[in-house]
Each structure stands twice: as structure tokens, then as C-alpha cells.
């Protein structure tokens, strides 16, 4: 059933796909042009709260489980026994929270360069930064590539880079440099997941590119697990995972299968049926 858009309505149009995506909304909440991006949060009627950043849908209360559980959970359960966590970006501050759910990480460090997001998100997300003050967790507030830069060599055992797109403050994450000094932060063993866009708009480009630079940068293995994830370009999104020195294909499925947290959609089935592409993605892909 198609409806006339009113200005009841907020739409992100995804002018290379030739598609869009709306939502209702009831009420502009919070309106700030930060030094990095123009962020935005309203009230919609079916998705709780929505936040954008520069126009791009962030998240909702309704369907942010989705994204944060498979940024986190996949690269935790892959590594042996993962202590020291880094985040780039993540300033809503989802991804830090279910990664403070694992009792055996004993530091995660968040590294976001706008600071006007994780107040936003204070105010607006509550229930994303209600594990902000775990005595584990350190929130940082500056360019995630400078910050690796300074960081010290094989040092971290899981990298989580839960970046914007490609474009604006997040490009240098995506770029094969950035990718060669993380995997030099990296202990071996050690795990990197990086959030790779649309399956369906993107298998042939950004994701096909980021796992080449992934291997160009030094790790020995990939694999990308495709999401559903509604309110994102598309409605289906991926993470990729990177390891230096371990299989990202296997993971620790007993450990997955008594975890003793709350979980609304990661699962030992479905990190394994993630794991296994469909044949357009392999095509896509060139493995
Ligand atoms: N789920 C979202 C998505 O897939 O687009 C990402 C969520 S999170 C809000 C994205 C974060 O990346 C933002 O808070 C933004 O400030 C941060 N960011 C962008 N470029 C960055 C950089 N160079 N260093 C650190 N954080 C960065």
C-alpha cells in the first residue's frame, strides 16, 4: 500500500539505489551540528527513538539488537579468549554493551570522534549506555585513525570498527593503511570486525574491497556474515571479521551455546548459517 509522504515522515533515500526508507515520525527530539556530523534524534510512531547522523539512519530503539549483537558477539565467540577489546567509533555506545556482557573481557577501550553522540545517546539511548560505567569500559574521544597510530604493537586480542559509511570522518577506516596498523595492534590470534554495508548493493564492491585490503593488510583469513537489519539501506547489512593467524570460518560454538547473558538475536545457528553465503554473495565476492 503506498501512501503520500507527508512531513509526518522521515525518508533516507538511497539516491544510487534507486530506493528509500521511511519511518513515521512524531517529534523533532534533538537537533546539533557537532565539529564532525549534523546529528539528529526524533520519536517515531512503531521504532521508538531514531537517530541520525548527517541524514543517514544510526539506529532505533526498536532494531538496534540486530547490528550490536553481530558487531559484537560473532568476533568474541571466534577469538580463543579475547581480554582486551578496542572500538572504533561506537558512540552510541550499543557494541560496548553487549562486548561488557562477555565476564572474560577484562578491558574494552572506545575510541569515537564525536562526543556529541555518546550525549545523545545518554539522553536519548538509554539503555545502550547503561553498562558505561563498568569499571572495564574506557571512553575515548578522538579520531580512531590517530588513535591507532599512537597505540602500541600487538596489544589488543578484538579490533570492532563500528564506523559511519565510507564517506566524511569514517573514509580513513575503510582505507588499507588504517586496516595494516590494526592488524599490527593485534596480538596474534587476534580478531577484527569491521561493519561492511548492504549484502545486496554492495557484495561486488565494498565488501569484495574491503576483504582484499583485509588480506592485503596482513590477516589470513575472512568471512562475512550478512544481518537483517530493517531500518539500513537495503534491510540487510554485514559484518566482516579478519584474523591474524586464526580461521574466522570456526568459532567456539560450546562457549556460544552457555552463554550466560541476554541475547535477542545472535545464536551459535545463527553465526553458523551466516557463515555460509549464498552462492550470488561467492559470486560477488570472488572468493
Ligand atoms: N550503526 C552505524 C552504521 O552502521 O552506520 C554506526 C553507528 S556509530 C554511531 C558510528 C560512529 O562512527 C559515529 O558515532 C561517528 O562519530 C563514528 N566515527 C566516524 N568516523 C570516525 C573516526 N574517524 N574515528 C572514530 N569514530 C568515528
Not at 572500538?87 to 550499543?94: A, L, N, S
Not at 545502550?128 to 571512553?139: K, V
Request: net charge negative.
Amino acid at each position: 500500500m503506498s501512501e503520500r509522504l507527508d512531513d509526518s515522515w522521515f525518508t533516507e533515500i538511497f539516491s544510487s539505489e534507486g530506493s528509500a526508507f521511511s519511518l513515521k515520525v512524531t517529534e523533532k527530539l534533538h537537533d546539533v551540528q557537532s565539529a564532525y556530523q549534523h546529528l539528529e534524534v526524533y520519536a517515531t510512531e512503531t521504532f521508538g527513538n531514531l537517530m541520525l547522523l548527517d541524514g543517514c539512519v544510526m539506529l532505533t530503539d526498536r532494531d538496534n539488537f540486530l547490528y550490536h549483537e553481530m558487531m559484537a558477539h560473532p568476533a568474541l565467540f571466534t577469538h580463543a579468549d579475547p581480554k582486551r577489546v578496542v572500538i572504533i567509533g561506537g558512540g552510541d555506545c550499543g557494541t560496548l554493551r553487549e562486548v561488557l556482557k562477555h565476564s572474560g573481557v577484562e578491558k574494552v577501550t572506545q575510541i569515537d570522534i564525536d562526543e556529541e553522540v555518546t550525549k545523545a545517546s545518554e539522553r536519548f539511548f538509554p539503555a545502550l549506555t547503561a553498562s558505561n560505567g563498568d569499571p572495564r569500559a574506557e571512553l575515548l574521544f578522538e579520531d580512531g585513525v590517530k588513535w591507532v597510530d599512537a597505540a602500541s604493537e600487538g596489544s589488543v586480542d578484538v579490533i570492532i570498527i563500528d564506523s559511519t559509511d565510507p564517506v566524511g570522518p569514517a573514509e580513513g577506516l575503510f582505507k588499507v593503511d588504517f586496516l595494516a596498523k590494526c592488524h599490527r595492534l593485534l596480538r596474534e590470534g587476534g580478531v577484527m570486525v569491521q561493519q561492511s554495508e548492504s549484502p545486496l548493493y554492495h557484495s561486488g564492491s565494498i565488501i569484495r574491497e574491503l576483504r582484499e585490503d583485509m588480506k592485503k593488510a596482513g590477516f589470513t583469513s575472512v568471512a562475512t556474515l550478512p544481518f537483517p537489519q530493517p531500518v539500513y539501506p537495503s534491510g540487510w547489512w554485514s559484518a566482516t571479521l579478519a584474523g591474524k593467524g586464526v580461521d574466522v570460518n570456526a568459532f567456539r560454538e560450546d562457549a556460544t551455546g552457555g552463554a550466560d547473558f541476554a541475547l535477542d538475536y545472535y545464536s551459535a545457528g545463527i553465526h553458523r548459517g551466516a557463515l555460509s553465503l549464498p552462492p550470488f554473495m561467492h559470486r560477488l565476492l570472488k572468493d
